[in-house]
């Protein structure tokens, strides 16, 4: 890759190499004028010499003077510091005033006197081998009557010329780097100048990538990047916004996922997990942050909602279904799914929605059992009774000690189906009353609802020879409904009464504790197994179903305790073992 310059580096090296590139061509340009037209002057100048003398070589050569002609060159050389030299149309030298013209050899090879004997002006720049340098000559013809009789030829040498072009040349080159220099420091400012404000692009363009929408580009006044920086800024707010929107959306989405009491599971085509909430993390028992983009295979181990999940994602229409969770016991949830579609309408995912429905679920199977327990316990009575009278009707009625005996049992049974009905109203009118919160509470005394229970009880109590002991302080009071914690109550003992053996003890105690008032029934009566004890307060529910009926138990008695306690805002709890006795507790709150 090639290594990355600042834009300052590249901008300044190529002004800095232009402006020294046009200085050194201005330069040689300028020095080469010069030098050009300063041979053009010097071949003015000598062609305006050798028209000078013209006369008096003119005179020399008519004169036959070839000495006379040689001195005048010698002559007026010196005192011109110039070379005279003097060309017949032979090319023979006879005159030249730096060498003698005998020795000198046949000069009609030279350019200038060649353009000069043919009747031109002869100019010729180039190195003399009989003065050993570089010379300058300008050879012009002579005429007599139109006839060219010699050429004259002025020559110069060139070092004159060369030294005054070398010191122009020193004074335009030191001129050169002043202004190379002069240029170098603007070119830098110049460079800096146009990077300066990409620079702060660059550095405001970093700052956005960094995740700061906050930030803003300063508005340069060059008009390209002053609008690229708005345009920046433009998109940087935009951007911050839609983020913030997202943001916003997504905190509103997870509030209302969060708060639901719903799991909700959003998976992708793969099976895997994009989100969840904690509701749905709660139901499956895994930790909500360590499942985002794990299968569901791994999340929920249970083939019914895996199986669930795959069903939702092959299907066109939402799903219903049932799913039963096996963990500390049986957990009904109630799952709907409906397929996510992009905008093509391709499955991208399914969301489900576990809904938890297993107390909805029991309260279905209780209603359930209660209209099959209500007609069963009916129907008992019922076809008794009908028997009964069926068989009067057939005749028994004449028979007076068979009437008699058969009308006891319709009475018996019409007595049972009376109690039943009348717990069952009972039970109605408390439940019906805790739904409403209608049933009044109100501070009292504990003692003398307990009393009065006893009381009720103890025509029960007597022909068993039981006793019923009271441990009650006087001052102690609660808030109730007097009647109904006296039918609670009356139903506790009526039960311990039934299940005591002859001449047995029951106690019942009140005590207040740090924030509940309890209520304690004991009895050392037959006790009850350990496997009834957490359904004993449902409706009908018996232990010991022989036993309860024998002693003309309704199944309803606990119930009743329950919902009246619950009314009270209390609880009721049991203790037992078989053979040794049972202790049934109600907890009161205190205000
Ligand atoms: P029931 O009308 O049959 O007594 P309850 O709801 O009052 O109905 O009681 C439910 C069952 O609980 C009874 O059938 C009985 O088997 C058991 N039970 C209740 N209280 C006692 C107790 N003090 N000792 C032993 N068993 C009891």
Not at 54 to 76: A, P, R, T
Not at 311 to 332: A, C, F, M, N, Q
Not at 356 to 361: F, M, P, Q, Y
Not at 474 to 499: C, F, G, M, R, S
């Amino acid at each position: 890759m090639t290594k990355k310059r600042r834009l300052l580096w590249q901008l300044y090296p190529s002004y800095l190499l232009i402006t020294v590139i046009s200085l050194a061509a201005a330069t040689w340009f300028a020095t080469r004028s010069l030098k050009q037209s300063f041979l053009e002057q010097y071949a003015f100048d000598l062609e305006a010499r050798a028209h000078l003398v013209e006369n008096q070589i003119l005179k020399g050569l008519l004169s036959h003077d070839q000495k006379g002609i040689d001195l005048l060159c010698k002559k007026i050389g010196a005192r011109a510091a110039t070379r005279i030299t003097v060309i017949l149309p032979s090319g023979k030298v006879i005159g030249d005033s730096s060498n003698n013209p005998e020795k000198m050899d046949n000069h009609m090879d030279r350019p200038e006197v060649i353009k000069a004997l043919t009747g031109g002006v002869g100019i010729s720049t180039r190195y003399s081998r009989t003065l050993q340098q570089y010379m300058m000559y300008v050879a012009v013809p002579l005429r007599n009557n139109s006839e060219i009789i010699s050429a004259t030829r002025i020559s110069i040498t060139l070092t004159a010329i060369d030294e005054t072009i070398k010191s122009i040349q020193i004074k335009i080159a030191i001129g050169g780097v002043i202004i190379a220099l002069l240029a170098a420091i603007v070119s830098l400012l110049i460079s800096r100048r146009i990077s300066r404000p990409i620079e702060e692009v660059k550095k405001g363009a970093e700052s956005f990538a960094r995740g700061n929408l906050e930030y803003r580009l300063p508005i340069s006044n060059s008009e390209e990047i002053g609008s690229l920086s708005e345009t920046m800024n433009q998109m940087a707010a935009e951007l911050h916004e839609r983020i913030r929107t997202i943001t916003r959306q997504r905190n509103e989405l997870e509030a209302v996922l969060s708060s639901m009491a719903e799991g909700v599971i959003a998976v992708d085509s793969e099976e895997r997990i994009i989100n969840m909430n904690q509701a749905a993390a709660e139901i499956l028992e895994c930790n909500l942050s360590e499942v985002q983009g794990r299968s569901i295979q791994e999340v929920a181990r249970n083939t019914d909602l895996q199986n669930f999940v795959s069903d939702i994602l092959s299907s066109w229409e939402p799903i219903e279904k049932d799913i039963v969770l096996y963990e500390d016991g049986e957990r009904i949830l109630n799952g709907h799914g409906t397929a996510l579609n992009d905008e093509q309408g391709k499955t991208i995912g399914a969301l489900v929605v576990l809904h938890d429905v297993t107390r909805l679920r029991k309260l279905e199977n209780i209603r359930r059992d209660f209209v099959a327990n209500v007609s069963h316990e009916i129907k008992t009575p019922i076809t008794a009774i009908k028997g009964f009278v069926e068989t009067l009707r057939d005749g028994a009625l004449n028979r007076g000690e068979d009437a008699g005996r058969f009308l006891k049992i319709i009475e018996k049974h019409t007595n049972r189906l009376e109690v039943i009905i009348e717990d069952l109203l009972s039970l109605s009118k408390i439940e019906e009353g805790a739904d409403k919160s209608s049933i009044p509470l109100y501070k009292d005394h504990i003692k003398e609802v307990l009393q009065a229970a006893i009381q009720a009880c103890q025509v029960k109590a007597g022909p068993k020879n039981i006793r019923l002991e009271l441990s009650c302080n006087d001052e102690l009071t609660a808030n109730i409904n007097p009647e109904l914690l006296e039918q609670a109550v009356v139903n506790l003992l009526d039960n311990a009464i039934k299940h005591s053996n002859a001449e047995g003890v029951v106690k019942i105690d009140a005590t207040r504790k740090t924030d509940e008032t309890i209520i304690h029934v004991r009895d050392r009566g037959c006790g009850i197994e350990k496997q009834h004890l957490p359904r004993l307060f449902e409706r009908f529910y018996r232990a010991d179903k022989a036993r309860s009926r024998k002693l003309g138990g309704t199944g309803l008695g606990l119930a009743i305790v329950k919902h009246i306690v619950q009314a009270h805002g209390g609880t009721v709890t049991v203790e037992s073992t078989p053979g040794i006795g049972s202790t049934f507790t109600i907890h009161l709150p205190c205000d």
